[in-house]
């Protein structure tokens, strides 16, 4: 990808610029996320393997591990299924954003916000390996689940967990 590839979508629903390529099929979704959420600067949203694995299934992530709590909750969801590209998808992404910084998307892939690029995508690579230690303990049995005081102790420690950025 080249910079003159990328495509200027205005937040305020504006036409795009002349000359630029086509935006993505969803930039409605990352559109209403930042609006929604003012204090992320970036969206990443892909189709990693194992969160799309869960996500065909309907089937959110549980307080399986600790790392659940890096996106907020005690669970990352499952946005209701809408056909790509629309306003509908858009509505559920965020329902399913509530409180959160990821969720995945039923029959489609996840999505993942952060106050910078470098930790969206941080979190992106976080929730497929969450994703995929969920599947592989899935395989061999039922993975036990944190319990919410747990959990709420997880959150409390994650104030400043993660990516560090300057």
């Known amino acids: 990808m080249r910079p003159d590839m990328l495509v200027l979508v205005p937040l305020d629903g504006s036409a795009i610029a002349r000359g630029q390529m086509k935006p993505s099929s969803e930039w409605q979704f990352h559109r209403d996320i930042l609006l929604a959420k003012p204090q992320e600067m970036a969206v990443v949203h892909a189709h990693p393997v194992f969160c799309t694995a869960l996500a065909m299934n309907h089937q959110l992530i549980p307080a399986c591990h600790y790392m659940v709590a890096a996106f907020g909750g005690d669970d990352v969801r499952v946005a209701e299924y809408a056909l790509f590209g629309t306003a509908e ?70 104030a400043d967990y993660g990516l560090k950025t300057s």
């Open 89 to 158: 998808l858009s509505r559920h992404v965020l329902t399913a954003l509530q409180d959160r910084s990821a969720c995945l998307m039923a029959n489609h892939g996840a999505v993942v916000t952060g106050d910078t690029l470098e930790r969206a995508q941080w979190r992106m690579t976080e929730l497929e390996t969450l994703a995929k230690g969920y599947v592989t303990a899935l395989s061999i049995g039922q993975p036990k689940i944190l319990s919410s005081k747990d959990m709420f102790d997880v959150k409390k420690a994650f």
